[in-house]
């Protein structure tokens, strides 16, 4: 078995009196996709935010490479990181969001190398060599030099795995990434995910998209109402879903 990346102990989270995460425990190993399927509302990208402390957990913890992400318990009682060092765990896992969020004043290449350059403090020259290495990659080393505005929803969000990429992250978190963009766009940039993940990159996924779920994830995750009703390798769950609730998902979203 491979090392462990990740491991969620109990985790839960509330706003306010909506408690959205009732106890999640799940452990994510080295080189391994998960992804993660159910309807709205049940907690997927909540869980998400709170592997890399965007949102604070209220409860129980998540260890990434050993270490408790964002805080530490100090005395009995749970204490933040200082910023710094958690800006260094965030740095070590890339996020791709369902909006692009790329810089719109920088091009295609200034987007990729700005976090290598600020945050790491690589050399200028050899950013913009990582950059179009990473550019090229995805499949845009032609559009390096355009801005975002030029280019389809589709390239856009290619630039933005490019840009995560670059800060050389251990895991990778995708927040549906295809769900802002146009049917036809969708593929290219499930093609991309895909190469990374035959690459070995350790991956979890949050999506709609049941094809690439099947076809690349090595387990899938039902979850439900807060909770993680059922996993399993992709054809266990799609094939013979053991919990009526999974059944009754698949059943409204495959046809």
Same mark, same amino acid.
């Given at each position: 078995?491979?090392?462990?990346?990740?491991?969620?102990?109990?985790?839960?989270?509330?706003?306010?009196?909506?408690?959205?995460?009732?106890?999640?425990?799940?452990?994510?190993?080295?080189? #391994?996709?998960?992804?993660?399927?159910?309807?709205?509302?049940?907690?997927?990208?909540?869980?998400? =935010?709170?592997?890399?402390?965007?949102?604070?957990?209220?409860?129980?913890?998540?260890?990434?490479?050993?270490?408790?992400?964002?805080?530490?318990?100090?005395?009995?009682?749970?204490?933040?990181?200082?910023?710094?060092?958690?800006?260094?765990? =965030?740095?070590?896992?890339?996020?791709?969001?369902?909006?692009?969020?790329?810089?719109?004043?920088?091009?295609?290449?200034?987007?990729?190398?700005?976090?290598?350059?600020?945050?790491?403090? +690589?050399?200028?020259?050899?950013?913009?060599?990582?950059?179009? =290495?990473?550019?090229?990659?995805?499949?845009?080393?032609?559009?390096?030099?355009?801005?975002?505005?030029?280019?389809?929803?589709?390239?856009?969000?290619?630039?933005?795995?490019?840009?995560?990429?670059?800060?050389?992250?251990?895991?990778?978190?995708?927040?549906?990434?295809?769900?802002?963009?146009?049917?036809?766009?969708?593929?290219?940039?499930?093609?991309?995910?895909?190469?990374?993940?035959?690459?070995?990159?350790?991956?979890?996924?949050?999506?709609?998209? +049941?094809?690439?779920?099947? #076809?690349?994830?090595?387990?899938?995750?039902?979850?439900?109402?807060?909770?993680?009703?059922?996993?399993?390798?992709?054809?266990?769950?799609?094939? #013979?879903?053991?919990?009526?609730?999974? =059944? #009754?998902?698949?059943?409204?979203?495959?046809?």
């Amino acid at each position: 078995m491979a090392e462990p990346i990740i491991v969620i102990e109990g985790l839960k989270k509330s706003f306010g009196k909506l408690e959205v995460l009732k106890g999640i425990d799940l452990t994510i190993r080295k080189g #391994e996709v998960v992804v993660v399927i159910g309807p709205s509302g049940s907690g997927k990208s909540t869980l998400l =935010r709170c592997i890399n402390f965007l949102e604070q957990p209220t409860a129980g913890r998540v260890l990434f490479h050993g270490e408790e992400v964002g805080q530490r318990l100090v005395g009995g009682r749970l204490v933040p990181l200082p910023e710094k060092v958690l800006d260094q765990q =965030r740095a070590r896992m890339g996020m791709v969001f369902q909006r692009f969020n790329l810089f719109p004043h920088m091009t295609a290449l200034e987007n990729v190398i700005e976090a290598p350059v600020q945050v790491r403090r +690589m050399p200028r020259a050899e950013a913009e060599e990582l950059g179009l =290495r990473l550019l090229r990659r995805v499949g845009l080393a032609d559009k390096a030099s355009q801005y975002p505005n030029f280019l389809s929803g589709g390239q856009q969000q290619r630039v933005a795995i490019a840009r995560a990429l670059a800060m050389e992250p251990d895991v990778m978190l995708f927040d549906e990434p295809t769900s802002a963009l146009d049917p036809e766009l969708v593929g290219e940039v499930l093609q991309v995910m895909q190469d990374l993940a035959n690459d070995g990159m350790t991956m979890v996924v949050v999506t709609h998209e +049941m094809g690439f779920a099947r #076809e690349v994830g090595d387990r899938v995750l039902f979850m439900d109402g807060g909770l993680i009703v059922e996993e399993g390798p992709p054809e266990q769950i799609f094939s #013979e879903p053991r919990h009526p609730r999974t =059944r #009754e998902f698949l059943s409204k979203v495959l046809h």
